[in-house]
């Protein structure tokens, strides 16, 4: 039915069967659609957060997908900057990966925000010393390069590359593309440091509040570093995943095993610069404002010491050395699990920095404080995730030739 | 020390006076239009930008001892001055420090409701509306005309009821006068306390109440220098312009974190 659209030389499902997967897909969707508008039209008592957990899973959702859409520009870095061409297999990937990923964010802060309408205040009455102006700013920035990296895969479409004025652009495109990933890793390296800022910055919170260099906490590039580091391993664990639910070999296994090596290396130096992070937050910073590391970690019924354990060691160091040795890489079990712990330690740590700063008391009578999300916030959180299920199926899987690469 | 032309408004309160009325969380609501729903059990949605704490010394009776600790907003002054944790993190600049006054205001237009401030703020001041406020019928009568109620999906908090810093300011003007008299501008709690637990007043005018009551430190950003007197997380550096008074040692350490090592006394325990 649909095979006018389908690139030639390409094998795909019968397209009922498409449309039952989009049709599943895309409740799921629906649902998270509903929930939007509820808390669009009803306000944000629709969620479980309150006056303790100002920032909660969405604010952490936002954190996550923005790491792991790390993959995109690191990826487009090493590409187009340091010309590592055997990604060219898998640097299209990165950028659809990106692109949802990026999308998402900003539809969640758009549902996020008390006052949807004012979202333009962040850029008319923009705060320069605010954390969060610089991820505004650079996130909808880099939104809009991700959409130029995005828009010549669109042209390849067969019917859309017919018109002569969109296969010319599509191909222009291309020929710049250089710049724009270049624009790209530039403005990602800022806002993933100012994500990470907006945690390190807070000085009333002694959990979050880190020392730094000049204006940035040491949290600013630690943020950067681990998305960059784990980025990547989405991206490959996304790629692993389409090829089993496909059935498909996607990408060359060369791409895969030189984006993990780096990935690797990249885990195993942001988790030393972590853990000497933590050692000396947890015996310099917090004692000097009061607290032991031992506080932070325990008279609460969720937050042990085996967040921290699990984050560093299982979610950083085990990945870490899986993805750096050549036996890790080729061997398929062990780097399925090594992309899944980086990227459960990714978003882990992305965890701690939003929901246990909110949780940890700070005033000596107060108490901690837990959280559980109501049915409309993981609903909306869930969202993205069909929403970037049914943009990978149309886009990769059926209408664009990117999988021929 | 020498009276320098810009004021810092501040408050002390006298935690061995302070009997855990109310009448000061009453007074500030009162006065501020601040909302309430038919059901006010989750104190986590609760808006009350003052907020009367409970706190016990931990020890079983005959020692017991209670401490009731009245909490408006600090009005963080910073690690230096108008960099208090809230204003610096705001987005779109609608928290301002008034470095004339030293208030930490919230511009409720400009709000966007991101909620950054309140996850910067360790004493939990400022409130989010999650409804829009509802008055039982005839009650918007009874509102004061002098502030505006907030509307859903916007960050409020304590303004030391700023209104009436400003109407004193027109009647000085009026009158052909720059300077406020001490009892000019008084905030709505201050007036409020039965017990005259709350003194206002310019931190900066060695004339005034609040001056003689802490001797605040101006080389150390403010900082107490009578031994009774402390600041609520002093370690933070947030630099409060909220000062507390107690003679009771176990209360001024309840103001603050101590390692284990630090710590003399039991740790206090809060019933709210």
């Known amino acids: 039915m649909d095979s006018a659209l389908i690139p030639r030389g390409v094998k795909r499902c019968p397209f009922p069967q498409f449309i039952l997967f989009i049709a599943i897909v895309g409740a799921v969707l629906l649902w998270g659609v509903y929930a939007m508008l509820l808390c669009w039209f009803k306000g944000l008592n629709q969620t479980n957060m309150n006056d303790f957990y100002g920032f909660a899973l969405w604010i952490w959702a936002d954190l996550a997908v923005i790491a792991v859409g790390g993959g995109a520009f690191f990826t487009g870095l090493l590409r187009y900057v340091f010309g590592k061409d055997d990604l060219k297999n898998i640097i299209n990937y990165a950028v659809l990966i990106g692109f949802i990923c990026y999308s998402s964010a900003l539809l969640i802060l758009a549902i996020d925000i008390g006052q949807p309408l004012r979202g333009w205040f962040i850029f008319w009455h923009a705060n320069v010393h605010s954390m969060l102006t610089e991820v505004a700013f650079c996130l909808s920035c880099y939104f809009g390069v991700l959409t130029i990296e995005y828009i010549p895969l669109i042209l390849e479409n067969r019917q859309i590359d017919k018109v002569p004025f969109f296969h010319h652009l599509g191909h222009n495109m291309h020929e710049i593309m250089a710049v724009f990933a270049a624009t790209g890793a530039f403005l990602s390296f800022f806002h993933q440091g100012s994500l990470g800022g907006v945690a390190g910055v807070l000085y009333g919170r002694p959990f979050a509040y880190r020392e730094g260099l000049f204006i940035w906490p040491w949290t600013f590039f630690l943020f950067t570093w681990s998305a960059a580091a784990c980025g990547p391993c989405f991206t490959i664990l996304v790629t692993k995943i389409t090829e089993t639910v496909t059935r498909k070999k996607l990408v060359k296994d060369s791409a895969v095993e030189l984006l993990a090596k780096i990935s690797g290396w990249m885990i195993l130096t942001y988790i030393i610069a972590k853990s000497v992070d933590t050692w000396y937050w947890a015996t310099v910073t917090a004692p000097s404002q009061g607290f032991s590391l031992g506080f932070f970690y325990s008279n609460n019924s969720f937050y042990g010491i085996w967040i921290l354990i699990l984050e560093i060691a299982i979610c950083g160091f085990v990945p870490a050395f899986i993805l750096i040795t050549k036996k890790g890489r080729k061997n398929s079990t062990a780097l399925w699990i090594a992309v899944i712990l980086a990227v459960t330690g990714v978003c882990l740590n992305r965890w701690v920095m939003v929901l246990q700063i909110m949780a940890v008391p700070v005033l000596t009578f107060e108490n901690w404080v837990l959280y559980f999300p109501s049915w409309q916030e993981i609903a909306t959180t869930i969202l993205p995730v069909a929403y970037g299920i049914i943009l990978i199926a149309i886009s990769y899987h059926r209408y664009f030739p990117m999988s021929r690469n | ?272």
């Not at chain 2, 104190?43 to 001892?65: A, C, E, M, Q």
């Not at chain 2, 907003?73 to 230096?80: L, S």
């Not at chain 2, 420090?97 to 409701?113: A, D, L």
């Open chain 2, 1 to 272: 020390m020498k009276h320098k032309k810009a004021k810092k408004y501040g408050m002390v309160i006298d935690l061995d006076k302070c009997t855990g009325c109310g009448s000061c969380m009453v007074a500030c609501m009162a006065e501020n239009n601040v909302p309430f729903r038919k059901d006010e059990s989750n104190k986590h949605l609760s808006i009350t930008w003052l907020r009367v704490y409970k706190l016990t010394n931990g020890k079983p009776f005959p020692n017991t001892d209670i401490c009731y600790l009245p909490r408006p907003c600090m009005h963080c002054e910073g690690q230096h001055e108008g960099h208090p944790p809230c204003v610096s993190v705001c987005p779109a600049v609608a928290t301002d420090y008034n470095i004339e006054t030293g208030i930490v205001s919230q511009i409720y237009t400009r709000c966007f409701g991101c909620r950054y401030c309140m996850a910067s703020c360790p004493y939990h001041a400022r409130y989010f509306n999650w409804w829009d406020p509802v008055w039982p019928d005839g009650m918007e009568k009874y509102l004061s005309p002098n502030v505006s109620p907030r509307m859903r999906g916007v960050v409020e908090k304590c303004s030391f009821c700023y209104h009436r810093y400003q109407l004193a300011k027109e009647k000085a003007f009026m009158e052909g006068r720059r300077e406020l008299k001490e009892d000019e501008y008084q905030t709505a709690c201050t007036q409020a306390c039965p017990a005259g637990a709350i003194t206002f007043g310019d931190l900066n005018n060695p004339n005034h109440a609040v001056h003689r009551m802490v001797k605040p430190d101006p080389k150390h950003h403010g900082r107490p220098t009578n031994p009774n007197a402390f600041r609520l997380l002093e370690r933070l550096g947030t630099n409060p312009k909220v000062y507390y008074l107690s003679s009771r040692e176990w209360v001024r350490r309840a103001g603050d974190n101590y390692l284990e090592t630090e710590a003399k006394l039991k740790k206090t325990v809060h019933h709210s």
